[in-house]
């Protein structure tokens, strides 16, 4: 009796060790650097989402100067600033309107994004008459000011 209870026991524990090496480190790290690639050299269609703590990426990273977005020269670029306040924070002025500012100053900007029209598309040139970097910030006084001022845009290659 006793003698089979630990056989049960070592079995038991040879199967979870061969599931935890199945299902572990060995699936999801790979995974993880080849969508980070995916995202480095695709640089074409960007998603930004905006709410009142700041810009992030779609991975919900946040994104400014530490971790600028980064667009491949001569590429055109598609940014869309998706609407992403929590329901309950949609108050009066929650609303927001994204500039982007070029280093010679050249400026572009969004239409209003708020609850009933979520996203706007931004499309540039990376680096179009020796641009080198962006900055992205929301011309409207909201509740986000603070965190929506500082979207670095840098351009790399060449
Ligand atoms: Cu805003």
């Not at 055109?76 to 070029?102: C, P, R, Y």
Request: hydrophobic share 40%.
């Amino acid at each position: 009796m006793k003698d089979k209870t630990r056989k049960f026991a070592v079995l038991a524990t040879t199967l979870a060790f061969s599931m935890a090496i199945s299902q572990g480190s060995f699936s999801t790290i790979p995974a993880a650097v080849a969508s980070d690639q995916k995202e480095l050299t695709e640089g074409e269609k960007l998603i930004v989402k905006v709410n009142e703590k700041g810009f992030f990426d779609k991975k919900g990273r946040l994104l400014g100067p530490k971790n600028p977005l980064k667009v491949a020269k001569g590429q055109k670029v598609e940014i869309t600033f998706v609407f992403d306040e929590a329901v309950n924070s949609l108050a009066i002025g929650d609303v927001h309107q994204m500039a982007i500012t070029a280093n010679d100053g050249e400026t572009i900007e969004s239409e209003k994004i708020w609850i009933f029209n979520q996203t706007s598309t931004l499309t540039l040139v990376a680096g179009e008459s020796g641009r080198k970097e962006y900055r992205a910030y929301c011309i409207i006084d909201c509740i986000g000011m603070d965190n929506l001022n500082n979207l670095v845009i840098t351009v790399v290659g060449s």
